[in-house]
């Protein structure tokens, strides 16, 4: 895989002019974009249609917490967008995974179905009381477990947690990973960040990467860079 395909920019945002745009800019630069609840909640499948128009491969991160009737069916009408990736949350547990695999079926044109394991925005303390005792680790190994068994092809996790869970779960197990900052952009509100290189070095597939690219003044420049210490 030519490195900057490995790179899906987020596209954080309510503005389709400033994402298209932004896509525009990055045409060939970029493996993919993401879109998730901001931008879908105020733009709908018909600002999708619009990314997805300019040739990039859609994440639609919708991250779905449902019951198993309800998010398969929610995600079959999302996989009727083609996108590339799409995801739900385990904790949803192994019979609403399943149901998930199975709505969007084995076809060549499927999308790839993620799981969020443990949100990272949550330490061992807010695991605790929200009743889950133990380790962050253990808590998102049990999940990525259960959605491998569910039929499900990956997770998204930190970069930081991404050699564990390859080591757990075989090399065809997707693993993809926000929260990268190279070493010349600022952290913002990340915390747990690896550069791009450490990520796909500890077996990350997919980076998922924001403001290091969509807030650089020159964008494209941004995401060279980036593909550019991914081959070295
Ligand atoms: O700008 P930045 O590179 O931090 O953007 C990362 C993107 O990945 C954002 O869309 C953020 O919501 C998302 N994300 C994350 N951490 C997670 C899951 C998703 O940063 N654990």
Same mark, same amino acid.
């Not at 994440?59 to 919708?62: T, V």
């Given at each position: 895989m030519h490195p900057s395909k490995r790179i899906f920019v987020a596209l954080d945002t309510s503005d389709l002019d400033h994402a298209l745009a932004l896509g525009r800019d990055l045409a060939g630069h970029v493996g993919g974009v993401k879109v998730g609840k901001e931008f879908f909640t105020a733009l709908g499948p018909d600002g999708v249609r619009a990314v997805a128009g300019l040739g990039f491969p859609v994440? %639609?991160? %919708?991250k779905f917490h449902d019951v198993p009737a309800t998010v398969s069916r929610a995600v079959k009408a999302a996989a009727a967008l083609k996108p590339f990736i799409i995801n739900v949350h385990a904790s949803g547990g192994g019979k609403m995974m399943r149901a998930v695999a199975e709505a969007v079926g084995d076809g060549s044109e499927r999308p790839l179905v993620l799981a969020v394991t443990v949100l990272t925005s949550l330490g061992d303390d807010d695991l605790a009381a929200i009743g889950i005792a133990g380790s962050s680790e253990t808590q998102v190994l049990r999940l990525a477990r259960l959605a491998k068994e569910s039929g499900l092809d990956g997770v998204v996790c930190s970069a930081l947690e991404a050699e564990a869970l390859r080591a757990a779960m075989g090399s065809d197990f997707k693993l993809v990973t926000p929260g990268i900052r190279p070493e010349w952009a600022a952290a913002d509100d990340q915390k747990r960040i690896t550069t791009p290189a450490q990520a796909v070095a500890l077996g990350a597939d997919y980076l998922v990467i924001g403001r290091p690219i969509t807030g650089a003044a020159d964008p494209a420049d941004a995401a060279r860079r980036i593909a550019d210490e991914l081959d070295r």
């Open positions: 994440f %639609l991160d %919708l």
